[in-house]
């Protein structure tokens, strides 16, 4: 049974078949901190072989991010990192993983995916936005970091965020640490459930969720296809907020970030043409901060193997301080449509 919503947009209805599978991730550990500190601790979490990690530093007075797992303070990392695009940095037997490049007072975010196998190096990659001075007229600071912990003789099973700037992580801050097995069961509850899904039924310009319920951590992910001409240059709009309210960095290809202040929109992509653009993005969506988002996008080019894909990747902020994300638009500003089949899809936890 489905619903159609205006414009030919598909809905899936409340009603199940069947109850959706439990093998995703899960919850391990999260802490919150209540009152002001440099470090949060996520300890005793049960081993899996894959993690990922969601980092919400609030800012009190400058503060940088860094990561260890199970209390090793030892020189057991290595490091290579990028800051807003250009290019990298790198360091062998660190002490930490450095995780945020600490350049403001800002609130930051990061998210980690880490494979945690006992006998292998713990490999990560980090995604990081620093939404930098508060305001739409200061744009985001970025990270990228790919790192390992050369442990091989035991998994992870506690993570260490801490501040080694001068400020203080703000009370809220807050580690939440995700994980599955590769043979995961089927039980327990999926940390990300599913609050949007939107499916173009006939071409357009708009992929809309409409109103869905708000949470504290949002994932997203679209494809779109072309007809009848481009799909340049996709705009992503929350809560239809169409004023100057968005500020981000965009780096094309790994080339230095352009930066975008008091704009109109959140902007995915560019490179104009009638290509396949496929992407995702992370969300930190509590009412009282600036929303961070790291979003990335493949555009197809040309068809066939000759021709390279391109790559986006945007690191912003919405700077509404006062509601949570709960619709999400993306506008097609090229001369063709996005073809049937084009779709956004938005899950959510708190």
């Known amino acids: 049974m489905v619903e159609y919503l205006d414009g030919g947009r598909i809905q899936g209805s409340s009603t199940k078949v069947s109850a959706p599978s439990q093998t995703s991730w899960k919850e391990l550990g999260r802490t919150t901190l209540s009152s002001a500190g440099d470090t949060i601790d996520v300890s005793s979490f049960a081993a899996k072989d894959n993690l990922m990690i969601l980092a919400h530093g609030i800012g009190s007075g400058s503060t940088g991010t860094s990561t260890r797992f199970n209390a ?6 290595a490091n290579r990192w990028n800051d807003d695009g250009g290019s990298d940095g790198s360091g062998g037997s660190g002490t930490r993983i ?7 007072a800002g609130d930051s975010f990061y998210v980690a995916n880490v ?4 006998s292998q190096e ?6 990081n936005v620093n939404g930098n001075t508060a305001g739409v007229g200061n744009a985001p600071a970025s990270r990228e970091i790919i790192g390992k912990w050369a442990n091989t003789s035991s998994q992870i ?10 400020g203080d992580y703000a009370s809220g801050a ?8 590769n043979d995961e069961a089927d039980s327990g509850t999926n940390f990300w459930q599913e609050l949007a899904s939107v499916e173009l039924t006939s071409a357009g310009d708009v992929l809309d969720t409409g109103t ?3 949470k504290k951590y949002l994932m997203m992910q679209w494809q779109t296809s072309p007809t009848g001409g481009t799909t340049d240059d996709i705009k992503c709009h929350f809560n239809a907020d169409s004023g100057s309210n968005y500020a981000l960095k965009r780096q094309t290809d790994g080339a230095t970030g352009e930066a975008f202040t008091s704009t109109a929109n959140f902007r995915i992509d560019a490179g104009g043409g009638a290509f396949e653009r496929d992407g ?10 600036e929303k961070l988002v790291i979003a990335e996008d493949v555009v197809s080019n040309t068809a066939g193997a000759g021709n390279v894909p391109r790559r986006f990747e945007t690191f912003g902020k919405w700077a509404n301080t006062s509601d949570q994300i709960t619709r999400i638009q993306l506008t097609n500003q090229g001369t063709g449509d996005f073809k049937s089949g084009s779709y956004l899809k938005v899950w959510g936890s708190d």
Do not use: C, M, Q, R
Request: charged residues 15%; negative net charge.
């Open 212 to 214: 869905f319920t708000a």
């Open 174 to 181: 807050e580690v939440v640490v995700l994980g599955y097995d």
């Open 98 to 104: 450095n995780s945020d490049n600490g350049t403001s």
């Open 157 to 166: 099973t506690s993570v260490n965020v801490y501040n080694g700037e001068s």
């Open 122 to 127: 713990k490999l990560g990659v980090w995604h």
């Open 280 to 289: 995702h993005a992370y969300i930190i969506n509590k009412s009282d901060k």
């Open 115 to 118: 494979t945690n196998i006992s």
């Open 72 to 77: 090793d303070s030892g020189a057991n990392y």
